[in-house]
């Protein structure tokens, strides 16, 4: 669905005849007037999911440094793709932004066999906001302490055994783990990880890879026991959770950064100022404490590290891909 952005004008005043240039124009000028519209901040997860609290928080800051109203969009659906394809159409003039781990952008150019966008050319990093890592998780109240009794007790199982996923990250992990371990079990996609808590609590499914704001407000709350995390070393963050590889699970080192995509041609005024934003929230304790909170540590860039590293991200995804042995889709 389309939205509608409407600006309210004041005939005869200077901010009106502004108002009515084109965006980009006004942002090469180095006027002012960005932003003199509402922002819109596209996720691909659903209202309630980790992706979500986390865009929403950002969306809320942005709002006061900006004095314009921030619009969470949610485009659910094909692990990340609708949203993908719906922000890479919007105009490039910085009222639309991507909220989604670059990582994770970066690996929908190897998990499809013709990728719908070609997200390198399509997008620009304006700002990072975090780093942090995916989480094994299984039910409360499973007999599973640790990642080496999980792996035992999955070889046994054979085909039997089943874990679920929601995202990209969680999706390579989770292939990660069975091609590192040798064991056979099946993955159960699913729109969103709040659907897998059921199913993993009546033991049709024996464990889940999850985003860590989802994981450790479950864990918070008692559903789940996260066992370890996909990160290659521990994390400030979350510095009593082991990684997979200190639980017998060697070379994964898998993190995802989050970040505030927008379209390749976005004037460069503009993305500078959606990185000033950024920088002045991740800087406050209150927001290192938020991160934190969720499993992620700041991450603070300038637009031009970021696009360097987007591009690494590229290079590493297909990598990841192929150690995984995941088929690109149709």
Do not use: C
Not at 35 to 54: E, K, N
Not at 82 to 101: E, F, L, N
Not at 179 to 200: F, P, Q
Request: zero cysteines; aromatic letters at 8%; hydrophobic letters at 45%.
């Amino acid at each position: 669905m389309q939205i509608s952005r409407r600006t309210v004008l004041s005939l005869g005043s200077a901010s009106a005849v502004a108002s009515l240039l084109p965006a980009a124009a006004l942002a090469q000028s180095g006027s002012s007037a960005y932003p003199s519209q509402d922002i819109h901040m596209v996720t691909g997860f659903p209202p309630g999911s980790g992706a979500d609290v986390l865009t929403r928080y950002f969306g809320e800051k942005v709002r006061v440094l900006a004095n314009r109203p921030v619009i969470v969009e949610n485009k659910v659906g094909a692990s990340g793709a609708i949203a993908v394809q719906y922000a890479a159409q919007a105009k490039p003039d910085g009222y639309t932004m991507y909220m989604s781990a670059a990582s994770a952008t970066a690996a929908q150019m190897h998990l499809y066999k013709n990728p719908p966008v070609q997200v390198l050319k399509a997008f620009q990093i304006a700002a990072t906001i975090n780093r942090q890592a995916f989480m094994l998780v299984v039910d409360a109240n499973s007999p599973y302490k640790t990642v080496q009794q999980l792996t035992e007790a999955m070889l046994k199982k054979g085909d039997k055994a089943s874990y679920a996923t929601a995202a990209t990250s969680g999706i390579v992990m989770g292939a990660m783990y069975s091609a590192k371990t040798g064991i056979k079990a099946v993955e159960v996609r699913y729109k969103d990880s709040a659907g897998s808590l059921n199913d993993m609590a009546s033991g049709r499914i024996d464990y889940g890879m999850v985003d860590p704001v989802f994981a450790l407000a479950q864990q918070r709350e008692g559903r789940v026991r996260i066992l370890a995390h996909s990160a290659g070393t521990r994390l400030q963050a979350v510095p009593d959770i082991p990684t997979m590889a200190e639980s017998g699970v060697a070379g994964m080192d898998l993190v995802s950064w989050w970040a505030a995509h927008v379209p390749m041609e976005t004037p460069k005024p503009v993305v500078n100022q959606i990185n000033a934003w950024f920088k002045q929230i991740l800087e406050t304790d209150e927001t290192r404490k938020f991160l934190n909170k969720f499993g992620g540590d700041p991450f603070i860039s300038t637009p031009e590290q970021a696009q360097a590293l987007f591009i690494k991200e590229d290079k590493a995804w297909a990598d990841y891909v192929r150690l995984a042995k995941i088929e690109p889709q149709g």
